[in-house]
């Protein structure tokens, strides 16, 4: 081991004095590290092996233990005990110092830091090489019905173990005094779980650790998850990566840009499930088994094939957020007001022609989209979702708007932009919290003077329309070019 990172270092030359100068590891563009190791004595320790690692760095079990990890970088300590890593760039870090004795004992300091790339120079603290400990543990196998295997790493580290069949495991050559996070992976069969522990190492070789567990609603919702991975040949994607898990219940996934094509029926078992981010897939369905995640409050399945909304959405009653943006769906079925929890819906960029006035009955929406959609108007029960203070309808075919509108006095924002309005109702300029306006690339001939007095406005964009003298009062000229400088250069007067 020693040897295989010997080969990697390079050796500077020497200062004026006599003394080596400190043996630098070039990196990249970014911060240059310096730190420094004594013995118990206070002595420098000189040409001890210095190897940085990144802090998520875990050791190749598949391997031998002891080969190099790609990731890391190695150097030596001059006579002073000192040590540099030019270039760092910014991360968290782990630089592991090992010194092997005349008969062969080994001593080990371990310092643990984030580089910035702002700063040129990072100072780190001097530290003691002491000998290395051996830590044994367990995991708890409680729950895999036999069927166990397993690997330890020391995160940051190039050390790691195999678990024996009973769970027990050693790993040798750890610094003392530190505290180390172990990483766990248990297989049973083909599924694949994760976990980690925090474990000081403070105290005699060998340390004994309690039990890791594995509580059977770890391992039930793990598993499911891993399913879920492997039905869509992510088998090298560790569950740790795409999950959050409070206690020791999953309640997020985040499977972003995985290329998903399928969500298997094993969904269904992660009755705890709160957030599902399933964003930049090739996904067209839902199994009905998604139905059971009755605890899911956020749903995202923007930019995926979905032709439909997948009837077991509207069993979500817990269902908050709901995001279907570039999908290709071309209906909303009635059942949409079976989401009785809804606030924000955002279902923009589809082939929807029509909104079922159902929707406007959620006692709680807030946030509505349906920008870049093929809409030629609002149902006149718009007017009945008073709770609404986002309406983005952007992009559309709509010429008017229902009268209705008037009474959603709760409105901040109203986009509409994009379509065929040739006038927007006066009533707009009684809303106190009404800020935002957009009517840009529309046929407007004209524009109600109320909306002049209406001090909240904040944002208006009115270009590209027909709001040409004498159609336009002075006041509303005025006022547009406070709120939009030189809108009337870009309205079409022919």
């Given at each position: 081991y020693i040897a295989g990172l010997c080969a990697v270092a390079f050796i500077a030359g020497c200062s004026n004095s006599g003394e080596k100068n400190p043996v630098a590891g070039e990196l990249g563009p970014g911060t240059e590290v310096i730190g420094k190791v004594v013995d118990e004595t206070g002595q420098p320790v000189a040409e001890a092996l210095a190897v940085l690692r990144p802090s998520y760095h875990k050791a190749d079990t598949t391997a031998a233990l002891a080969k190099r990890a790609v990731d890391s970088a190695a150097t030596y300590t001059d006579d002073a005990g000192v040590f540099i890593f030019r270039e760092i760039d910014s991360g968290a870090y782990r630089i592991e110092v090992i010194k092997q004795g005349p008969s062969g004992e080994a001593t080990a300091a371990l310092f643990s830091f984030f580089a910035d790339d702002s700063m040129q120079t990072l100072d780190l603290h001097t530290d003691t090489v002491l000998p290395v400990v051996t830590l044994n543990g367990a995991i708890d196998t409680t729950g895999f019905r036999g069927l166990f295997s397993g690997f330890v790493f020391a995160a940051g580290l190039d050390?790691?173990?195999?678990?024996?069949?009973?769970?027990?495991?050693?790993?040798?050559?750890?610094?003392?005094?530190?505290?180390?996070?172990?990483?766990?992976?248990?297989?049973?069969?083909?599924?694949?779980?994760?976990?980690?522990?925090?474990?000081?190492?403070?105290?005699?070789?060998?340390?004994?650790?309690?039990?890791?567990?594995?509580?059977?609603?770890?391992?039930?919702?793990?598993?499911?998850?891993?399913a879920?991975?492997?039905t869509n040949n992510l088998r090298d994607t560790g569950v740790l990566s795409v999950v959050h898990i409070t206690g020791v219940k999953i309640d997020t996934l985040w499977l972003d840009t995985l290329a998903l094509k399928v969500i298997p029926s094993s969904i269904g078992e992660l009755g705890d499930l709160a957030g599902f981010y399933c964003t930049g897939n090739v996904i067209s369905t839902l199994p009905d088994e998604f139905a059971q995640c009755r605890s899911l409050k956020t749903l995202d399945l923007a930019n995926n094939n979905l032709t439909a909304i997948p009837d077991a959405v509207f069993i979500l009653d817990s269902l908050v957020n709901l995001y279907l943006t570039h999908n290709e769906i071309d209906s909303i079925p009635l059942l949409i007001s079976s989401l009785v929890n809804l606030e924000?819906?955002?279902?923009?960029?589809?082939?929807?022609?029509?909104?079922?006035?159902?929707l406007f009955s959620l006692p709680?929406?807030?946030?509505?989209?349906?920008?870049?959609?093929?809409?030629?108007?609002?149902?006149s029960e718009t007017g009945q979702c008073i709770t609404l203070e986002k309406l983005s309808i952007s992009d559309n075919r709509i010429d008017s708007l229902p009268q209705e509108i008037c009474n959603l006095v709760n409105l901040e924002e109203l986009l509409c932009g994009k379509n065929l309005l040739e006038s927007i109702p006066s009533c707009l300029g009684t809303f106190s919290g009404l800020f935002s306006i957009e009517v840009h690339e529309n046929e407007l001939i004209s524009f109600p003077g109320e909306l002049v007095s209406n001090l909240y406005i904040s944002h208006l964009r009115v270009d590209h329309n027909r709001l040409c003298s004498p159609a336009v009062p002075d006041s509303v000229r005025s006022w547009f070019d406070i709120m939009q400088p030189g809108w009337d250069t870009t309205q079409v007067c022919q």
């Open positions: 050390k790691a173990a195999r678990c024996s069949g009973s769970g027990s495991f050693s790993i040798a050559g750890l610094p003392q005094d530190e505290l180390i996070e172990l990483v766990v992976g248990a297989q049973s069969g083909t599924i694949v779980m994760d976990s980690s522990v925090a474990v000081s190492t403070k105290g005699v070789s060998p340390i004994r650790i309690p039990p890791i567990p594995f509580p059977v609603e770890y391992i039930r919702d793990t598993l499911a998850v891993r879920l991975l492997d924000t819906f955002y279902i923009q960029t589809n082939y929807i022609r029509k909104i079922p006035p159902e709680n929406l807030k946030q509505l989209s349906f920008a870049r959609n093929r809409l030629s108007s609002l149902p």
